[in-house]
């Protein structure tokens, strides 16, 4: 009796790992993916949906490491492509699905103080009252690196020194000078972020403005909390967003929400949380 149990128990353990379908995601996913995942279990009732959100750099490195996951979606199409010529990828599955979009966003506070980034747009960060800027750490974080570029392109920040990215762990001032932030301040820092997602929860309880994902910035809790100024396509590094299957994990269940990624409904949600699709230009 006990061994048709302990079958029974094993036969159902393997079938709910078959219908589990686990994604490790680029932080500004966070709502939009979670969004599609709903509607897709909407679908396929059988199935199940585990997310799991962070920065790009970090998750690639966990895969790397070994992570068990069944799809992964970074916000920088470099991770997956060194993830694919490393053989850790199936073969065809690599696929761009959507193009990211960065803001300045301000609490209301600041705006309540004449400090609006939609008037204003990068002079913002100018003001003396706008001493620290919340920014994804940008030696693992795609949105940090686009945002040390948007500041680069409007003449806030003036590299120093060559480096890679990877190598920027002494922080932003250490490879820029950040003497047009500084001018006429008593101080002026860089409050660093995690991913994207950490990041906007610094610009909201702690430093009032940041460097953000558009898809964050649209969330309820940060729409209610301020406004944003969105930043041209042409004026950062380009947040190209791509997702693959990992090698050994191409299953039925997996290759149902891979596919579910490029419906009508999926684009929608993708949409709504300010994603270009790919081919599609900004109005």
């Known amino acids: 009796m006990i061994r048709v149990v302990c079958v029974g128990l094993l036969m159902l353990s393997w079938a709910l790992a078959q219908n589990t379908v686990r994604v490790v995601a680029a ?13 897709f279990l909407r679908q396929n009732p059988g199935l199940k949906v585990e997310l799991s959100f962070g920065s790009s750099g970090k998750i690639y490195t966990q895969i790397v490491q070994g992570l068990p996951a069944d799809i992964y979606f970074s916000a920088d199409e470099a991770f997956p492509r060194q993830l694919e010529q490393a053989g850790r990828t199936v073969p065809g599955t690599l696929r761009l699905f959507a193009v990211g979009r960065m803001v300045i966003w301000a609490s209301n506070r600041l705006v309540q103080q004449g400090l609006d980034p939609r ?4 002079r913002i960060l100018l003001d003396p009252r706008v001493t620290r800027l919340a920014v ?19 003449g806030l920040l003036r590299s120093t020194r060559p480096a890679r990215w990877e190598e920027m762990t002494a922080g932003i001032p250490a490879y820029y000078d950040v003497a047009p932030l500084q001018r006429g301040k008593a101080s002026f820092e860089f409050v660093y972020g995690e991913n994207i997602s950490q990041t906007a929860q610094l610009a909201l309880t702690s430093t009032n403005i940041g460097l953000l994902a558009l898809s964050i910035a649209r969330s309820e809790a940060m729409e209610r909390a301020g406004v944003y100024w969105l930043a041209p396509l042409s004026s950062h590094l380009r947040l190209n967003q791509t997702f693959v299957i990992l090698q050994g994990r191409d ?3 997996v290759r149902r929400f891979y596919d579910y990624i490029n419906t009508a409904e999926a684009h929608r949600v993708l949409r709504k949380y300010g994603f270009l699709l790919p081919g599609e230009q900004p109005e």
Not at 27 to 39: C, G, K, R, T, V
Not at 119 to 122: N, S, V
């Open 136 to 154: 994804a750490n940008p030696v693992h974080a795609p949105y940090g690196r686009a945002g040390v570029t948007l500041l680069e392109r409007f």
């Open 119 to 122: 008037q204003l747009g990068p």
């Open 251 to 253: 299953r039925p269940a």
């Open 27 to 39: 932080a500004d996913l966070q709502y939009a993916l979670s969004e599609i995942a709903q509607a």
